[in-house]
């Protein structure tokens, strides 16, 4: 949204802010201002000033020396517009003065500075200016020549501020206005806010009663088919419909708001659209069949030319104005070609409606075409200002002597919106902002907003214009605005959050990261989008239940269609990118959500599961990885022992080197090297492992209770066991036998050495621990020690494991 600043200035009588005073004042109450630019701030010095004589250039046949009367002086000015003539009122820039730029000079900041000087010989006291020279250009000033120096009306007086006489000594504010205020939208709305903000008075414009002694209804018949889609609509008819140009302070005010004049017709429905943020459409009258106007929804398979030229396709869902025999206009967005205003109209139709504003957008969306108008119905206008936009137009087209307009009007409004009434509460007020204002100063606030005020039923009635003041935190929140958001004073939020803890699953997830980055690990973030290709790459078999993802409804492309269903596409494409760089040593981890549908489709939430995923290539192997979960269950508090399941059927993971996560007999997570077939699909070519811990069936086992025990007073002792042992046993199954035999004397135990080779029996492997024993309470005797192994020893033959000789 934009706005002039002399606009706003003319509806706030005594309003004298400069431009960065208004912008600073218009942010802390609310409508933030995103910027404002000054039209003439590249300009100075710049006069009206009328030709008095030309003579040709002694030396050069395209110039020529033109004595020009600035008002308090006649100079000498060198030229080479080739459209200057004897008695033109032209735009002088004098000697020291600037322009914002297409001539050579001595460039300064903010334009060109013009000195005097010769020109083939020939003083020059100055130049006469284009309209790009003075920052314009001639879409905003169609009267301006292509080529050559902007020409003046003849009744312009010389010596005058040529930038005052063209409207360029304003300044464009442009703000940043919510949806909600939807009334900001609109110049009035947006100087009613100023009025409240600077404490002065609010002056609209005041509309005249307009038209003759004619009744509307004998020229027009109006009928609503889609009540659901047009709350209101309303109509006049003007006849004797004089084209003209708009008077000079309309067309300023038109290029102020970057809008660029045409004629008096069409200037009058933008100038109120501008004013009123009500859109306004005009028909011509002889083109409407039947005199009839009917508003109903499109046909499907029906299509339209709007104004433009562009034939649109339009279906059931979109709403069309249409006369008698056929469609006329989008409503909301455009107007038909086959009625649009001519120089030649004599009779006008003039629209002013009130459409849903979800139905324009989505219209608006299905023909291909987004309009001013189409912007502003979207954000759902407020239907009672639609009569009061239609005023005003006619009040100006009798002003401007642009035709006469007949009486009456049509109003079809089928259900009236009212203002609401929402409870004056100053105490909730002072406690949700944590100030301490009076209700007096309070309900001053909301005098200043137009806010009215119920004594007997303690009520603030809000204008229908304000939609966006819906409970008693709307009403704090115009209280915040008005007293000043800098004179609130800081405090910290009531509630447990000021404790400043951590929930259990968040403390989970920070330790998890710190152990993972304490590891080595970096931490990364990909997409929850994937392709469905991706279960290709992980050869998943075809029936897998983890092909079964939710396929998202308006995908961004195919390689992001669906939520993934498993996280380690991500994590292998992360990797495989930093192998491409020529990283030796990477790893990665990421805490990420899977999402797994209930049922296809769709009928309830999907289940969200938070993974942790661990990735690695070079230094670092599968026991590696192994060491890694172990040290983050222990840091959770999950003190019994994990065990390992190699026949976990991964086909994305080595066959013979990968195995579930089990705590308590119940699967936590898989780790593994990630199957060569894989890692070519993502063209990797180092060995890769990763460990997936699902956190959910984590979280059922953290414990974060610690124990003390006490420093032992006794020593241990140790025992070195070294075994052949058959491939198909795992250690994993020794160590429980050391675990249900060692007896309560021991202590731990640790594998130092794994061995395989032509020394071992074939089919077999060499594997050597060592065992700690230590009592509590007294020093061990050797038959203590000697007992214990005796039990271990018995159960590792039963086995069929054999001591290494």
């Known amino acids: 949204m934009r706005t002039s600043l002399n606009w706003i200035k003319d509806l706030v009588p005594g309003l004298e802010a400069t431009p960065q005073e208004f912008m600073d004042a218009m942010t802390l109450s609310g409508s933030k201002v995103e910027f404002y630019e000054c039209m003439d701030k590249d300009l100075e010095k710049i006069v009206v000033g009328q030709i008095e004589k030309i003579e040709k250039h002694p030396d050069a046949d395209k110039l020529v020396i033109c004595q020009v009367n600035v008002g308090s002086e006649t100079i000498q000015i060198v030229t080479g517009a080739p459209n200057v003539y004897e008695g033109a009122k032209v735009p002088v820039v004098l000697d020291g003065g600037r322009v914002a730029g297409g001539h050579d000079g001595e460039k300064t900041e903010g334009g060109i500075k013009i000195k005097k000087g010769k020109l083939r010989g020939v003083e020059s006291n100055g130049m006469m200016c284009s309209i790009e020279e003075l920052g314009s250009d001639r879409n905003m000033f169609p009267d301006a020549p292509e080529y050559g120096i902007y020409i003046f009306p003849e009744d312009t007086q010389v010596g005058a501020d040529a930038v005052k006489v063209l409207g360029l000594d304003d300044a464009v504010v442009e703000y940043e206005i919510t949806s909600n205020r939807v009334d900001c939208f609109a110049v009035l709305g947006i100087a009613r806010e100023a009025a409240a903000t600077f404490k002065k008075e609010f002056v609209p414009q005041v509309v005249t009663k307009t038209g003759n002694d004619e009744d509307v209804n004998d020229y027009i018949k109006v009928s609503v088919e889609a009540t659901d889609l047009c709350p209101r609509y309303t109509a006049r008819v003007v006849k004797n419909i004089k084209i003209a140009p708009s008077p000079e302070w309309m067309q300023k005010r038109l290029r102020a708001q970057g809008i660029r004049p045409i004629n008096n017709i069409v200037d009058i429905t933008n100038y109120v659209m501008e004013e009123y943020g009500q859109p306004m459409h005009a028909y011509d009258m002889d083109t409407i069949e039947g005199h009839e106007i009917r508003v109903r929804r499109a046909n499907a398979g029906e299509t339209f030319v709007t104004l433009d030229g562009q034939e649109r396709n339009v279906d059931e869902n979109v709403l069309m104005i249409c006369d008698g025999k056929k469609a006329i206009g989008i409503a909301g967005i455009m107007g038909g070609e086959n009625s649009m205003i001519t120089d030649n109209v004599s009779t006008m139709l003039f629209e002013a409606a009130c459409f849903d504003g979800t139905n324009i957008r989505l219209s608006s969306k299905r023909v291909g075409l987004r309009t001013d108008a189409s912007g502003k119905f979207e954000k759902g206008l407020d239907p009672n200002n639609a009569m009061d936009a239609m005023d005003r137009a006619c009040q100006l087209v009798e002003e401007l002597g642009a035709g006469q307009v007949v009486g009456g009007a049509i109003d079809i409004y089928t259900k009236k919106m009212e203002g609401r009434r929402l409870p004056f509460e100053p105490d909730k007020y002072n406690h949700m902002l944590g100030t301490d204002i009076s209700p007096e100063d309070m309900l001053e606030y909301f005098k200043r907003l137009d806010l009215g005020y119920d004594e007997k039923t303690n009520e603030v009635l ?20 008005f007293y000043g958001y800098d004179r609130i004073p800081t405090s910290l939020p009531s509630g447990e959050a000021t404790t400043g803890r951590l929930s259990e699953k968040l403390k989970v997830e920070k330790i998890v990261r710190n152990v993972a980055q304490f590891c080595g690990f970096s931490q990364g973030m990909t997409y929850s989008f994937e392709s469905p290709k991706v279960f290709d790459k992980l050869l998943l078999d075809k029936d897998d239940v983890l092909r079964q993802a939710i396929v998202i409804s308006n995908p961004l492309g195919e390689d992001f269609s669906i939520m993934r269903t498993l996280p380690l596409n991500g994590m292998m494409t992360s990797l495989a990118t930093n192998a491409n760089r020529r990283n030796k040593d990477v790893r990665l981890f990421e805490m990420g959500n899977i999402y797994l549908p209930k049922q296809l489709p769709l009928t309830e939430l999907p289940e969200e599961r938070m993974q942790l995923t661990l990735g690695m290539y070079g230094e670092g192997d599968f026991f590696t990885m192994k060491g890694v979960i ?96 058959p491939k198909e046993i795992l250690v994993g ?59 271990i020893l018995k159960a590792l033959e039963d086995m069929g494991i054999q001591l290494r000789k």
């Open 733 to 791: 199954q020794i160590e429980e036998v050391f675990e249900t035999k060692g007896g309560n004397y021991l202590e731990s135990y640790e594998l130092f050495d794994i061995y395989e080779g032509n020394q071992i029996l074939k089919g077999h492997k060499s594997v050597a621990y060592s065992l700690t024993f230590r009592a509590k309470d007294k020093n061990l005797e050797e038959e203590d020690i000697t007992a214990a192994m005796n039990r």
């Open 462 to 481: 809000v204008p229908s214009w304000r939609q966006d003041l819906e409970s008693y935190a709307d009403l704090a929140e115009e209280v915040a605005r």
């Open 630 to 725: 172990e040290e983050i269950t222990s840091q959770l508090g999950m003190d019994a022992k994990l065990t390992y399941d190699p026949a976990s059927g991964k086909n994305f993971l080595h066959p013979g080197r990968q195995a579930n996560v089990l705590y308590q007999d119940k699967v936590i997570g898989y780790l593994g090297e990630v199957h060569p077939k894989v890692c070519a699909n993502y063209g990797m070519k180092e060995r890769t492992y990763i460990a997936v811990v699902d956190m959910p069936a984590v979280m059922e086992f953290v414990s974060f209770d610690k124990k003390y025990e006490g420093i032992a007073k006794f020593p241990a002792a140790t025992r070195d066991i070294s075994m052949v042992v």
